[in-house]
């Protein structure tokens, strides 16, 4: 059993998001699944970019990173969309993790840091998605997985953002099941 932090998109911690972290917990891991939004979650991805920048992005992530506070050493980190910011903040720079798991974006490591020799992750995104795959996300993401041991990039069919959350329009069942069941390899791999 490998113990994960799974930070949420910017539409806050949905009914799909746990959806999502309990698909996990089934497979016997436990999923922390904190709330960075404090209770708000927003019906567009307009609407939560609205109220992550009168909170300040800076502080979302610092919220995300923060999260991990607690929690054993050993862990996997995960984020999905914006969460990815906190997760690879983490991963780079918090002794201790055991992988990553980056759902619908990457950023350039050199954001961070250097990322650690060897440490596992898996990138999972839409080829059109019009901000994983057309901002670039998808690009990085691929010069970082090129010869690089223990690092795996699933690209999935589609144009939309947030497909891995089952409460939204944009869910994508099937491309989900595949990244569940990805995800699971890496979780039981490193627990």
Known sequence: ???MLLLHHIQGLTPGVVAFADALRAGGHTVHTPD?????????????????????????RARGVAAADGLPDGIV??????????????AQNRPGVRGALLYEAFVPPEEFG???DGLPVQVHGMD???F?????DLEAAQGFVEGREGAELFV???AVHLFTDSSLPSSDVE???LVIDRSLELLGRVG
């Open 114 to 116: 250097a990322w650690p």
């Open 132 to 136: 994983f795959g057309e901002e670039g």
């Open 175 to 177: 491309a989900t099941r």
């Open 156 to 158: 999935y069919p589609g």
């Open 1 to 3: 059993m490998t113990e």
């Open 128 to 130: 059109h998605d019009p």
């Open 36 to 60: 960075l939004f404090e209770g708000r979650t927003f019906a567009s991805i307009d609407d939560g970019a609205a109220w992550c920048r009168e909170l300040g992005f800076d502080e979302v």
């Open 77 to 90: 980190v995960g984020g999905i969309s914006l969460g990815v910011m906190a997760a690879q903040q983490l």
